[in-house]
């Protein structure tokens, strides 16, 4: 393991290099940064993995980035308490090496949930980089230290190797789809060919969920409350982008239990998340090595998937399993799990999967349309626990100046209950189903404990801010002191008296400026 240089703290915290060797294998990221499964990782493979970050330096990084991150939307938002690794790994034959091979990897340190933006900034330094060697990196890390603090709302110009990205970072005021990264490369001819990036932070979500489109709505319950979830997958690139895919299915709605695109046997919280004397933490975990088909055989909620195919191939749809059918490494890819989802399995979005299958419609174009279907599904949850939320704020004429700033009501989950027969999700989703079951169910999660704690948070400030704007006017109303009005003619008196001593000339512009 070599820390090979730190770069601008805005956008990465450093760059470092791993190269296959147990002896300087001796924490998390050495583990986390080479494949862990039987599938060999021949070639070039890119994932990224997350893990905590120490106590001790956590106040003051997460207030460095502060600044940067109020106005952004939730699912660019920074998590205070985890770094993200984007590793780009090669491994090839070299007879000249002991080991046969020559395995090494590249990777960057960064707080930013950037996946995209960061897997094709490692795209373009890492093969350059193992051809030849450190002098490329340092001239690589030189350019990111020249990058501008990522600023939301503003088109930032990085660049980075004969390379200029064009990004915009949106802010919670831009539309859903308004971000976007432009790739300028400078030519023999000395011009511009720009490729265009349609996002900094998501995966390609139908080939994530090509395999188990048809469970797709389960599988956004099951994100939805919580639930602990393990995904199986082949190589380190399938898990990582799988995990990611299930926390996105959500948005706008953030995530907030833990997640781990790829985790191994070696992480210090191994013993937590595979131990049997208690249920298994709400966490989504990615895992390659066969060994988990075994420890995790007792969590609630499977998802073993095969190879993802490359754009433009549809691979078979697994069926969903019983638990106890998880035996074997063998195990065939499915979804194994006795859940019963509370609502009831759009036919409508499947079917226009599978039409664009039929027809080979573009993946990104399926991603389109599944992510659309995921965020009107989230938008119809969420707008009655908004709707609800805002009615627990007090009315503006109850803020008073001579009174502490008024309490919000009380969460009480009846009556909101009671709101969903008018006001509910059947307003704005064709999906049937038990809705109010999901939303009891929901109401115990950590994702709407996180969820309604930053809302309160929010509304609190609102209503402080509203106090204090009425102390203002209240001051500003008491310095205007009632004035007699022969004290005002005595006023006037002196100030004519005081302007006649003064020259002609500056007379004139006095008396011109009091009667303007």
């Not at 919580?226 to 953030?254: D, F, H, Q």
């Not at 063998?330 to 499947?350: A, F, H, M, N, Q």
């Amino acid at each position: 393991m070599v820390c090979y240089r730190i770069v601008c703290f805005y956008w990465c915290v450093c760059v470092s290099i791993y190269s296959f060797c147990f002896l300087f294998q001796k924490t998390n990221i050495c583990y986390l940064s080479f494949p862990d499964s039987n599938s060999g990782c021949l070639g070039d493979t890119q994932f990224c993995f997350r893990f905590r970050q120490s106590s001790g330096r956590r106040v003051s990084l997460h207030c460095l980035l502060d600044h940067y991150d109020k106005d952004l939307p939730v699912y660019l938002k920074k998590d205070p308490a985890y770094f993200y690794g984007y590793v780009y790994f090669r491994q090839v034959r070299d007879k000249s090496l002991k080991r046969g091979y020559f395995q090494k990897s590249l990777v960057l340190i960064s707080k930013l949930p950037y996946i995209h933006f960061f897997h094709t900034v490692l795209k373009q330094i890492a093969p350059e980089y193992f051809e030849k060697s450190e002098p490329y990196l340092e001239a690589a890390c030189n350019d990111v230290d020249r990058w501008p603090a990522p600023v939301p709302g503003k088109t930032l110009h990085l660049p980075i190797m004969g390379v200029v990205m064009k990004i915009f970072k949106k802010s919670i005021s831009v539309n859903f789809n308004d971000i976007f990264c432009i790739f300028s490369f400078l030519s023999q001819a000395d011009t511009h060919i720009s490729v265009i990036l349609p996002t900094v932070h998501e995966v390609d979500l139908f080939r994530c969920f090509c395999p188990v489109f048809l469970h797709s709505q389960m599988l956004w319950e099951l994100v939805l409350l919580g639930e602990p979830l393990v995904v199986m997958a082949p190589s380190p690139s399938e898990s990582s982008e799988t995990v990611l895919a299930l926390v996105n299915c959500i948005s706008p709605l953030k995530y907030f239990s833990d997640f781990r695109p790829y985790f191994t046997i070696h992480d210090s919280e191994f013993k937590e998340y595979t131990t049997r004397t208690q249920a298994p933490p709400s966490v989504i975990l990615g895992v390659t090595n066969p060994f988990f088909a075994k420890t995790l055989q007792h969590w609630p909620h499977i998802i073993r998937i095969g190879d993802l195919k490359p754009a433009g191939e549809i691979p078979k749809q697994v069926k969903v399993k019983k638990l106890k059918n998880l035996k074997t490494l063998d195990s065939k890819p499915g979804v194994y799990t006795s859940y019963k989802p509370y609502l009831s399995r759009d036919e409508e979005i499947i079917k226009q999967l599978q039409k664009g299958v039929q027809q080979k419609r573009p993946s990104e174009a399926q991603s389109v349309i599944l992510r659309r279907y995921f965020l009107e599904l989230t938008q119809s949850f969420i707008i009655p626990l908004e709707r609800y939320v805002a009615s627990l704020m007090p009315l503006q004429k109850s803020i008073s100046p001579w009174k502490s700033p008024p309490q919000l009501r009380q969460f009480l989950p009846e009556e909101f209950m009671k709101t969903l027969e008018k006001t509910g999700p059947q307003l704005t989703s064709r999906i049937k189903g038990d809705w109010i079951g999901l939303y009891r169910h929901f109401l115990k999660s950590p994702n709407f404990d996180g969820w309604f704690k930053t809302r309160r948070k929010e509304m609190t400030q609102k209503l402080e801010a509203l106090h204090l704007e009425a102390l203002c006017e209240e001051v500003r109303k008491q310095c205007h002191l009632p004035v007699k009005p022969d004290t005002m003619e005595k006023l006037r008196t002196h100030i004519d008296a005081i302007i006649l001593a003064l020259p002609e000339d500056l007379q004139g512009i006095l008396l011109k400026t009091g009667m303007t």
